[in-house]
């Protein structure tokens, strides 16, 4: 099963993250993607995504912290039984709960195993994460080598089991933005497993992953619209640009439809809303490169001017 993965941006530079945290959760964004049923706002996930983007201009990193909670909420709509939805859904909104995520499908860590009164134990080395020391919720992978599978469950941060550390660079210099996630056999119970080991590929399962390219494809057209305009309009990135914002419209108006369908998504649904989505992405990630790449050579001819 392959893995769409939000990308990082660069962690060197310190970041308010608990004022960012708190800031979120007094916004009301947080509760955009939940259904009114469960206390949420419902928008369509056009609206949410313009949100990011418009966002992304302004702020990356505090961008890429939303869009991850937003497709966290997703996961439990896709993923989540109905009784964990009604457990989970309501209780974000209320308690303003933010989510962030520590799933990793490549790798074989670190291994779940079987808890002989139901539901798992995990330990070994997580993911390396993007800010997940003030989120109050993460969605989790772990891998169970009987089944060759990977699970994916909800913990709380503060479960004992869960040690949070920074990460360092090359000479030891702590990176603000980035967190290493240690398992010490942390208790996994059966109500927290969204996708148990060995479950067979499901349509919204691509759903999720389609969802998590388009949420990138709107992050990197936020950070392209912070290049300025005299060096964003030229060559072949206004194209780009231009035909990457609208295959995100065409791509969310196809997720807004595929999650219509509930239950009833077919496989041929969710693919179709997973390739544009792949395509949003790839056109976006060229027209931010195309503004980087200009905007790098015009610094060099107005450095060599000087």
Known sequence: MSEARLHSPDPRTPRPMAGWAASLRDSGLLALAVPRVFAGMERDWGEIFAGVRHLAEQELELARRLALHHLQIASIRLLGSPEQQRRLLPASVERRWLWSEAVDLRRAQPEAQEHWRGGFLVGGRGSDCFAVEDVDRLLISAWH????AHLIAVAETGR???DISG????SGQF???GQRLHYQWLRLHPEDILVPPGLPPTPCGQLREGLTRLAQANLDLGQAARVPGDVAG????PRLLALALRLVELAAES??????????????ESAAASLLASEAEAVARAGLLACL???ALEARLLG???
């Open 145 to 148: 080598a009987p089944s060759r």
């Open 255 to 268: 997720f807004q439809a595929a999650f219509a369908r509930g239950g009833a998504l077919t496989f041929r």
């Open 175 to 177: 990176l603000p933005a």
């Open 293 to 295: 790449r200009r905007q």
């Open 304 to 306: 060599a001017a000087l």
């Open 167 to 170: 990460l360092a660079d090359g």
């Open 234 to 237: 030229q060559g072949e990135a």
């Open 160 to 162: 004992a089991g869960i």
